[in-house]
C-alpha cells in the first residue's frame, strides 16, 4: 500500500497542474479518457492476474487493487496530458500558419494596389502637372494657381496613400532605434512653423526605423495642422494654428506618448480619428492618423487617444518593449525645447 503513494501523488499533482496550465477546457474530456482507460485498463489486468494467483490474504488482494489503480490511473493521467499537450501545439502552430498566410495576402494585396496607385495615379498627374506648368510660363492666372494647389494637393494624397498601403505589412526584422534621435530628425523634417518640441524621451526600442520615423513624422504634423485651430486649410492658418504650440514627446510605462497643447479632440471623436480618412476639415483626406494606426498595429504595440495635461491630445503608444536597460540611465537631463 505504501507503493500507491507516488502514483496517488501524481494524479494529484496531475489534476493541479490541469487546472492552471494553458490547455483549455475542451482538452480535459481526452485527458479523462486516458486517465479512465489507464485505470480501468491495468486495474482490469491485475484483476486477472489476482484471479490466477491469489493473494495471501484480504490486505494483499485491496493492496494490490489500490496499486492496479494507481499505477494505471497516473500514467494514464500523464499520457492524456502528452497528448492534450501536443494537440494544442499542433492547433496553435496551424493557426499561427493561417494567419501569417492571411497577413502575406493581405500584405500582397497592399503591394498590388500600392503598385496601382503609383503607376495609374501618377503618370497622367505628372501629364497635368507638366502642361499646367507649361500654361503658367505663358500667362499667369488665379485659375491655373488653384489647378497647382489641387495637383499638389493630389500628390500628398497619393504619397500618402502609398505610405498607409505599405505601413500594414507585419514588422518581422526589428532593430534598436534611439527615440531621442529619430524624434529630434522628424521633427526638423516636418513643417513646424512657429511650434516648440520638448523631447524628453530617451528609450531605446525594437522598430522599423523607417515607419517609426512616418509615425513621428504624421503625429507631428497632425498636433501642428490641428493642434490650435482644428482647422487648417492654408499657409497662413498653419502659421497661426501652430503659434505658441508645444509638442511633448516622453515616456510612459511600456512605451512613449507625444501630447500637445493644443485645443485636443472631443472625447466622442478619439477613436474615429485614428480610422482611414476620418478627417475634420477639407484637406488632405485624413490619412495621417490612419497611417499611424497601422504602424503602431504592424509592431504589435497599442496606441490610444487621450487628452493632455495641458487641454490638448496626447496619444499613447504601448506594449513597447525597451532594449535597454532603464535602471542604467541615471543621467539627469534638463532640456531645453528644440527650435524648428
Not at 500500500?1 to 482538452?27: H, K, Q, Y
Not at 491485475?46 to 484480504?58: F, H, I, K, Q
Not at 494647389?149 to 532593430?175: C, F, K, N, Q, W
Request: net charge negative; aromatic share 6%.
Amino acid at each position: 500500500m505504501l507503493a500507491v503513494v507516488p502514483f496517488a501523488a501524481v494524479i494529484i499533482v496531475g489534476g493541479f497542474w490541469l487546472e492552471n496550465s494553458a490547455l483549455t477546457s475542451s482538452r480535459y474530456q481526452r485527458v479523462g479518457i486516458w486517465f479512465t482507460g489507464g485505470l480501468s485498463g491495468f486495474l482490469l489486468l491485475n484483476l486477472v492476474m489476482m484471479w490466477t494467483w491469489p493473494a495471501e490474504s484480504l490486505r494483499w488482494t485491496i493492496g494490490w487493487a489500490l496499486f492496479a489503480i494507481g499505477v494505471g490511473g497516473s500514467g494514464g493521467l500523464v499520457a492524456g496530458i502528452f497528448e492534450a499537450r501536443a494537440i494544442s501545439r499542433t492547433v496553435e502552430a496551424e493557426r499561427q500558419r493561417f494567419q501569417r498566410r492571411a497577413v502575406e495576402q493581405r500584405n500582397e494585396r497592399l503591394d498590388e494596389f500600392a503598385a496601382v496607385v503609383a503607376h495609374d495615379l501618377r503618370n497622367p498627374l505628372s501629364v497635368a502637372s507638366g502642361q499646367l506648368e507649361l500654361e503658367r510660363m505663358d500667362r499667369d492666372s488665379e485659375h491655373l494657381e488653384t489647378a497647382a494647389t489641387a495637383l499638389d494637393r493630389m500628390e500628398t494624397l497619393i504619397d500618402r496613400t502609398l505610405t498607409l498601403a505599405r505601413s500594414g505589412h507585419v514588422i518581422s526584422e526589428p532593430e534598436p532605434v534611439d527615440l531621442e534621435e529619430l524624434v529630434e530628425s522628424c521633427w526638423e523634417a516636418v513643417p513646424t512653423a512657429d511650434a516648440t518640441l520638448a523631447n524628453e524621451v530617451t528609450a531605446v526600442i525594437d522598430a522599423d526605423p523607417d515607419r517609426l520615423r512616418h509615425l513621428f513624422e504624421n503625429l507631428f504634423r497632425n498636433a501642428v495642422e490641428h493642434g490650435s485651430t482644428g482647422s487648417v486649410n492654408s499657409d497662413d492658418a498653419l502659421e497661426r494654428g501652430s503659434a505658441d504650440l508645444t509638442i511633448r514627446v516622453d515616456e510612459l510605462s511600456g512605451g512613449f506618448y507625444v501630447a500637445d497643447d493644443g485645443s485636443g479632440i472631443p472625447p466622442e471623436k478619439r477613436d474615429a480619428v485614428l480610422d482611414d480618412g476620418y478627417t475634420a476639415t477639407d484637406g488632405e483626406g485624413g490619412l495621417g492618423l490612419a497611417i499611424v494606426q497601422r504602424i503602431v498595429e504592424a509592431h504589435g504595440w497599442e496606441i490610444d487617444v487621450t487628452e493632455s495635461d495641458e487641454g490638448g491630445t496626447r496619444f499613447e503608444i504601448t506594449g513597447i518593449a525597451r532594449t535597454d536597460d532603464p535602471e542604467e540611465d541615471t543621467r539627469t537631463r534638463s532640456k531645453t525645447p528644440v527650435q524648428p
